[in-house]
């Protein structure tokens, strides 16, 4: 055991509190990335993504697009990992305006957007790459010690999901160093393909093959 592993089992760990489900949503098998646009949740589904209303669960749009992994959403675009590249999409016509290179090259699964930048989460790698969202050039990287599905900001705190077998955390980091500094579990056999906040108190979690999306109350941190 490394002493990065040593560390991060020091840190207090609380269940997390699962509040609500949505799906299996129709044509739709597997969720990936997931994003939140301020009223609507958006999930990648591979062949499309498609938007939910979160209070009712029923599906207002779909955008006929490749969606293989993390979804993202800058205020007024989608940005979606399809394989090796990152699409930038109009939601309000699907059409693909922009692409960029995907720092992982296929190996990519988590996507969001902050500070004016992309960042990245690299399943395998076990890394969290901010990028430039015209270029794909990496700006810095975040090192993990569990591989790492979906990352998202809010309110100054970075948040990645871990899927590693059937023991699977939300972990709140350092952003300069990587540490972990907070701990959610999710109850066992429950993975997290994508993640991302609403900007307040929940996040939206995909459950891969589940063909599901999870609602999980964000803790009140220390910081907040």
Same mark, same amino acid.
Request: aromatic share 6%; hydrophobic share 35%.
């Given at each position: ?5 040593? #560390?991060?089992?020091?840190? !207090?760990?609380? &269940? ?5 489900? *949505? ?6 098998? $597997? ?5 939140? =646009? ?5 999930? &990648? #589904? ?6 939910? =209303? ?9 955008? %006929?697009?490749? &969606? ?10 989608? *940005? ?9 999409? %109009? ?11 995907? !720092? ?18 690299? *399943?395998? %790698? $076990?890394?969290?790459?901010?990028? %430039? ?7 810095? #990287?975040?090192?993990?010690? $569990? ?16 899927? =590693?077998?059937? =023991? ?35 996040? *939206? ?12 109350? $964000?803790?009140?941190?220390? #910081?907040?």
């Amino acid at each position: 055991m490394s002493s990065n592993d040593d #560390t991060t089992r020091q840190v !207090p760990t609380r &269940a997390a509190e699962i509040v609500r489900e *949505y799906g299996p949503f129709d044509g739709a098998e $597997r969720i990936h990335g997931v994003t939140h =646009d301020g009223q609507r949740v958006w999930a &990648a #589904t591979e062949a499309n993504v498609l938007a939910f =209303d979160p209070d009712s669960g029923q599906v207002v749009r779909r955008l %006929d697009c490749a &969606a293989h992994a993390g979804t993202a959403f800058d205020g007024t675009h989608l *940005y979606q990992i399809a394989e090796t590249r990152i699409d930038k999409i %109009d939601p309000a016509t699907g059409a693909v305006v922009a692409s960029i290179p995907a !720092p992982g090259n296929g190996g990519d699964s988590g996507l969001t957007w902050a500070e004016g930048s992309l960042w990245v989460g690299q *399943y395998r %790698d $076990r890394k969290i790459h901010q990028i %430039d969202p015209a270029t794909g050039a990496i700006v810095r #990287t975040i090192e993990s010690n $569990r591989f790492v599905t979906g990352v998202t900001w809010v309110d100054g705190e970075l948040w990645h999901a871990t899927w =590693d077998g059937d =023991d699977n955390e939300l972990r709140r980091i350092d952003p300069d160093n990587g540490a972990v500094l907070e701990r959610l579990e999710l109850p066992h056999g429950i993975g997290v393909s994508g993640l991302e906040s609403d900007g307040a108190d929940l996040f *939206y979690c995909g459950g891969g093959s589940s063909g599901k999306v999870r609602a999980v109350r $964000r803790p009140k941190s220390a #910081t907040r």
